[in-house]
């Protein structure tokens, strides 16, 4: 089955630090790589979606210069939490989708669990 | 209105016992559903696709209504490795990535 990877599985950080979160498809290329976020006893909410070479298209409400994705390769999307925040702790999910099935499917990540202090 | 939900329980059960979640939807352009099981500090992992014609795997049974839009997934015989969340997720269309989850409902099988 197709897996992906994220690091660090968990991280703590100051506030006003920025933290980097890599997301990895390790057996097939990922065209379209999706990044959630879950705040304890919620849903997983979609903060945005990015395909390769291009921009992430960002949810509602969601700060595109506060959560910067990159997509630059078909294996590779890293979200950078910038001047992180206490409420910006959360779980941060990613999924990775495409290969040759195309059957539309998500492949999750094993998730991020940020603190900030 | 929240476009997926679930009951948050928790539904506290004995082993052996059977458990039924319910899940309604709202966005009727909704096409595919399925159900996830996420245990605590983990990703979501699909548990099974759900149809309008119900499809079984072992002890958990799901089914779709689309006229009221309402999924259910029912287990049987309930492990103490079933405790775990469970999601109730919806997808678009056929050539879309895009789900939308639940909240979850929490499980614990006691023994």
């Known amino acids: 089955g197709a897996v992906v990877s994220q690091h660090p599985s968990r991280v703590i950080c100051k506030s006003g630090t920025s933290v980097k979160i890599e997301c990895r498809s390790l057996?097939?290329?990922?065209?379209?790589m999706f990044w959630y976020r879950q705040f304890p006893k919620q849903s997983l909410m979609l903060m945005a979606t990015s395909n390769e070479g291009s921009k992430a298209t960002y949810e509602q409400g969601v700060e595109k210069d506060k959560f910067l994705i990159n997509h630059a390769s078909l294996t590779l999307s890293t979200l950078t939490v910038t001047s992180a925040h206490p409420e910006d702790s959360s779980f941060y999910i990613c999924s990775a989708g495409g290969g040759e099935s195309a059957s539309y499917e998500q492949y999750f990540g094993p998730g991020t669990r940020l603190t900030v202090t | 209105r929240k476009e997926v939900e679930q009951d948050p329980g928790p539904f506290n059960v004995p082993e052996g016992a059977t458990v039924a979640f319910n899940c309604t939807y709202s966005n009727s352009a909704s096409q595919s559903f399925f159900w996830y099981r996420q245990d605590c500090r983990k990703e979501p992992k699909l548990l099974m696709s759900v149809y309008s014609s119900g499809n079984e795997d072992g002890r958990f049974t799901a089914q779709l209504n689309r006229a009221s839009q309402y999924i259910s997934l029912l287990i049987r015989d309930s492990k103490l490795s079933d405790s775990a969340t469970y999601l109730c997720?919806?997808?678009?269309?056929?050539?879309?990535?895009?789900?939308?989850f639940g909240k979850g409902t929490k499980l614990s099988v006691i023994p």
């Open positions: 057996d097939f290329q990922a065209t379209t």
């Open positions: 997720v919806a997808k678009r269309g056929a050539g879309s990535y895009q789900l939308t």
